[in-house]
């Protein structure tokens, strides 16, 4: 009889430990499982200042803009010109800054601006059409003096542009 009770309260207490096993064990996967959902949710936060900071670089208030226009100063002849209606005027923009030089092309021909900076892969407008617009945007990480074309004009339409320092604040 006494052997009996002994075996009996052997059995409990193995059961009792195996329910605090059971306990630790449940509690350690919720505790794994609230980590990994912190750590989601701050995945997806870092990720969301990300797109913040991307859609505030690509706002106009950051950025350095230019406006130029195709003209025909004669017939048949294209010129740069700028807001100050100067014909192929001396560019100035920003290095580690990004500039938008817009363009406007009120001809009936099509102009293409080319930033010649040596690169690999030169800055372009590509193809604006007639009497349509567009835009050219760079981000050069050096300064210098460079020139600038159209791709369909180039002796008639070009220009100097220089690349100058941000001086660590925006222009
Ligand atoms: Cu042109």
Known sequence: MIHQERHMRKITSILALSFLLAGVIVSGLMCISSYSNLYHLQTASATKDKNTIVSTDSTSS???TTQLSAKEVKPGVYNWIDANNASNPTL???????????????????????????????????DINPNGSGQLSFSPNMTGTFTYHCAYHPFTMKGTIQIVSSGGSKP
């Open 62 to 64: 950051t950025a350095n």
């Open 92 to 126: 100035k923009v920003f290095a580690d800054t990004k500039n938008i030089i817009k363009i406007q092309n009120p001809t009936d021909t099509k102009h293409q601006l080319i930033i010649d900076t040596g690169a690999d892969e030169l800055p372009s407008s590509d």
